[in-house]
């Protein structure tokens, strides 16, 4: 079992960027995949961002592709999302997620066990 616990959200103007943190617990975090998902006001949970066990896969939804970057530090039991040139649309809270196994080609939140409370991005215009 993993707990997580997501940091760095605030409030941006749009064009800026944030670096969003998920911190594990636990001896074992390098065996859990873990992903970022938001989820706006009225709408349904978004896949953001995935990672395999080292680092070594990444995968991206279409609208972050290219502005976002996902990684991890399995020293830290840390992974990050380093999201650049931010769009007021994009105004959400955003969750980190894992699971246990290597792969990190999951795109559903119905795929992931463990979730974090989540951290408010607000993108201003």
């Known amino acids: 079992q993993v707990q997580l616990v997501e940091s760095g959200g605030g409030l941006v103007q749009a064009g800026g960027s944030l670096r969003l943190s998920c911190t594990g617990s636990g001896r074992s975090f390098s065996t859990y995949a873990v992903g970022w998902f938001r989820q706006a006001p009225g709408k349904g949970r978004e896949f953001v961002a995935s990672v395999d066990w080292n680092g070594g896969e990444t995968y991206y939804g279409d609208s972050v592709k290219g502005r976002f970057t996902i990684s991890r530090d399995n020293d830290k039991n840390t992974v990050s999302l380093q999201m650049n040139s931010l769009k007021p649309e994009e105004t959400a809270a955003y969750y980190c997620?894992?699971?246990?196994?290597?792969?990190?080609?999951?795109?559903?939140?119905?795929?992931?066990?463990?979730w974090g409370q989540g951290t408010q991005v607000t993108v201003s215009s």
């Open positions: 997620a894992a699971r246990r196994g290597l792969s990190g080609k999951y795109y559903s939140e119905n795929d992931f066990t463990y």
